[in-house]
């Protein structure tokens, strides 16, 4: 019976995640944004929403490792399980936005984590914690990534996007309904999903900090991994580059900032070494432009990303 709920909260959390989507992005056409921005902001935001409910209710109920783990785990399985298995679809090529800003911003985003969650390295202190001022350092950083990006994107576009009719196919009712339809499965398939893994987690005898790294970061990941495979078989693999960066900041930057500013967020069993394997995972994506098929993320590296995921999960569970 857990594990069917287990799964139950997860579909509510991507069908959740969705329909607020859709809704959302309505509202904003008809607000005259361009789809570009609609996509980079709402969307992307979309898809790391589950990440987001997750660590929020893990925060809200106390469970603080469970937040934390949440987002290490899914910007993991986003680096190198997704794009491992993409590149294995289809070469991922870099844009010359991936290597000026979405990878070093990808990378900003790990080494601030790794700098506000290792207290017991930089301060000498008995443990890690992320406080609420920290929590506003990261909300502070992303609202200047979302600016900068969206301000970006608006200068080449800004005289299409204002001759281009908005077309909207469903009627305001309808994506209104949407949004508050899929606020209410984030919400309720988020705290159903919590429970019943912790329940797993003590039942196995596993630490929160291991399940939130592992099953919560798989599950909650999962809204980036199809829309990615999608995109390389559709024979658009730099959508699934674009969204995996994106999504690692925004969890960082919004998931932990908002959470962390909701309440401290005391790591647990997640220690400096598993953020160094964040900052590891980003620079291996600029690595990667220099090694094999150049300018790209090919299937060769795709291998490597994909073992270095399982070896890394192997250490987790052992260590």
């Given at each position: 019976m857990t594990v069917f709920l287990l799964i139950l909260g997860l579909a509510m959390i991507l069908f959740g995640a969705n329909y607020l989507t859709e809704g959302a992005s309505d509202l904003a056409k008809r607000m005259r944004v361009s789809d570009f921005v609609v996509g980079l902001t709402v969307v992307a935001m979309g898809t790391s929403m589950p990440e987001f409910v997750v660590s929020f209710m893990s925060a809200?109920?106390?469970k603080a490792d469970l937040a934390v783990g949440n987002v290490v785990g899914s910007n993991l399985f986003n680096t190198?399980?997704?794009l491992g298995v993409t590149a294995l679809i289809a070469p991922l090529k870099y844009t010359r936005d991936n290597l000026k800003k979405d990878i070093p911003f990808?990378?900003?985003a790990s080494v601030v984590l790794f700098v506000v969650a290792s207290d017991t390295i930089i301060d000498r202190a008995s443990f890690n914690v992320i406080s609420r001022s920290e929590g506003l350092l990261m909300l502070g950083f992303f609202i200047i990534f979302l600016v900068y990006t969206i301000y970006s994107a608006q200068g080449p576009r800004k005289k299409a996007s204002s001759k281009t009719p908005v077309q909207v196919?469903?009627?305001?009712w309808l994506s209104l309904t949407l949004v508050a339809g899929g606020l209410i499965g984030l919400v309720w398939g988020g705290n159903l999903f919590l429970d019943q893994a912790v329940r797993i987690a003590q039942h196995f005898g596993l630490s929160e900090s291991v399940i939130a790294v592992t099953l919560l970061?798989?599950?909650?990941?999962?809204p980036e991994l199809f829309a990615s495979v999608v995109a390389a078989y559709k024979k658009k693999p730099?959508?699934?580059l674009g969204n995996v960066i994106g999504s690692n900041i925004f969890n960082i930057f919004l998931v932990l900032g908002a959470s962390a500013t909701l309440t401290p967020l005391a790591t647990g069993d997640i220690i400096p070494a598993d953020m160094v394997a964040l900052i590891v995972s980003s620079l291996l994506l600029f690595v990667c432009v220099y090694t094999f098929k150049r300018g790209a993320l090919d299937r060769t590296e795709g291998i490597i990303f994909i073992l270095l995921f399982v070896g890394y999960i192997l250490w987790?569970?052992?260590r």
């Amino acid at each position: 019976m857990t594990v069917f709920l287990l799964i139950l909260g997860l579909a509510m959390i991507l069908f959740g995640a969705n329909y607020l989507t859709e809704g959302a992005s309505d509202l904003a056409k008809r607000m005259r944004v361009s789809d570009f921005v609609v996509g980079l902001t709402v969307v992307a935001m979309g898809t790391s929403m589950p990440e987001f409910v997750v660590s929020f209710m893990s925060a809200l109920q106390g469970k603080a490792d469970l937040a934390v783990g949440n987002v290490v785990g899914s910007n993991l399985f986003n680096t190198l399980l997704i794009l491992g298995v993409t590149a294995l679809i289809a070469p991922l090529k870099y844009t010359r936005d991936n290597l000026k800003k979405d990878i070093p911003f990808g990378v900003l985003a790990s080494v601030v984590l790794f700098v506000v969650a290792s207290d017991t390295i930089i301060d000498r202190a008995s443990f890690n914690v992320i406080s609420r001022s920290e929590g506003l350092l990261m909300l502070g950083f992303f609202i200047i990534f979302l600016v900068y990006t969206i301000y970006s994107a608006q200068g080449p576009r800004k005289k299409a996007s204002s001759k281009t009719p908005v077309q909207v196919k469903r009627k305001l009712w309808l994506s209104l309904t949407l949004v508050a339809g899929g606020l209410i499965g984030l919400v309720w398939g988020g705290n159903l999903f919590l429970d019943q893994a912790v329940r797993i987690a003590q039942h196995f005898g596993l630490s929160e900090s291991v399940i939130a790294v592992t099953l919560l970061a798989g599950g909650t990941s999962l809204p980036e991994l199809f829309a990615s495979v999608v995109a390389a078989y559709k024979k658009k693999p730099g959508l699934a580059l674009g969204n995996v960066i994106g999504s690692n900041i925004f969890n960082i930057f919004l998931v932990l900032g908002a959470s962390a500013t909701l309440t401290p967020l005391a790591t647990g069993d997640i220690i400096p070494a598993d953020m160094v394997a964040l900052i590891v995972s980003s620079l291996l994506l600029f690595v990667c432009v220099y090694t094999f098929k150049r300018g790209a993320l090919d299937r060769t590296e795709g291998i490597i990303f994909i073992l270095l995921f399982v070896g890394y999960i192997l250490w987790l569970i052992h260590r």
